[in-house]
């Protein structure tokens, strides 16, 4: 159909012979080259950002891109089951603390040790722990409680230094890709003798995607490594809240 336009664009010219229909047919076919162009390049904009992201990690090479890309995923596991483990460790203190309470009052050491028991997540084994060696003396209990603190702490972190690594190891890929793909371009110009932008132009650019990806890794994996550390803290917060009101309940328990 464009093709049609721009033959009679040509027809009218050649008929009317004046300035007027020349300047109207250049107008006229300049719009047309414009959309034939347009609909020539809809392809390459419509690839996906999949496809784009295929394309740029092959031009990047597999070497680098793929360590890069196993960086990612490993961090990405680590951090999706310390997400999932972290959810489910979560508790209601406030609803534990006063179940344990009204256990302590009613039944004794040995009902609010039920109701830690059935009760999931750190705050209710230390609770456990804590009420455990009640019977002993208040120092036992608290030593219990601080001690078993230090154990469920280290789990809430576990593994969680393996994602920092990955962290700080794809940017410190992606730069050593840079480096060795300037060394490549320095080297063809060397052995051609001429500075030539073609003969740079893929060593720079594959220095340059391997750049990228390790800083995209490094990002992505930056913000699930400080959602974890801030969920870590939230619930080491609410263990230490919880373990002084249950000191505080089991003292006025032993009085």
């Given amino acids: 159909m464009k093709r049609l336009f721009s033959i009679l664009a040509m027809t009218l010219m050649m008929a009317f012979g004046t300035v007027n229909a020349t300047t109207a047919t250049i107008s006229t076919t300049a ?9 020539d390049a809809a392809p390459a904009e419509d690839l996906g950002f999949h496809q784009e992201l295929k394309k740029r990690f092959i031009e990047g090479g597999p ?3 793929g360590i890069v890309l196993l960086c990612l995923i490993l961090g990405l596991a680590i951090a999706i089951e310390r997400i999932i483990f972290l959810n489910l460790s979560t508790t209601n203190s406030n609803k ?3 179940s344990v309470e009204d256990a302590l009052a009613s039944g004794g050491i040995d009902a609010a040790k039920e109701v830690a028991r059935n009760t999931k ?6 609770f456990y722990q804590g009420l ?8 036992s209990a608290e030593k219990a409680v601080v001690a078993y603190g230090g154990v469920q702490m280290g789990q809430l972190e576990k593994n969680v230094s393996w994602i920092s690594l990955f962290i700080a190891l794809a940017p410190m890929l992606g730069f050593m890709g840079t480096v060795i793909g ?3 371009a320095f080297d063809k110009i060397e052995a051609a003798g001429d500075m030539q932008p073609s003969l740079v132009a ?3 650019k594959v220095a340059l995607l391997t750049t990228v990806f390790g800083l995209i890794v490094a990002i992505i994996l930056q913000i699930f490594y400080n959602y974890i550390i801030a969920k870590i803290d939230s619930i080491v917060n609410d263990m230490e809240d919880s373990s ?3 000191m505080d309940m089991l003292s006025k328990y032993k009085k």
């Fill in 96 to 98: 534990l603390i006063g």
């Fill in 202 to 204: 893929g060593g720079i």
């Fill in 63 to 65: 070497g680098f891109m």
């Fill in 182 to 184: 300037m060394i490549q």
């Fill in 31 to 39: 719009t047309t080259v414009a959309s034939v162009t347009q609909d």
């Fill in 132 to 139: 455990d060696r009640a019977d002993d003396d208040l120092d």
């Fill in 121 to 126: 997540g750190p705050v209710a084994s230390i």
């Fill in 244 to 246: 002084i009101s249950l």
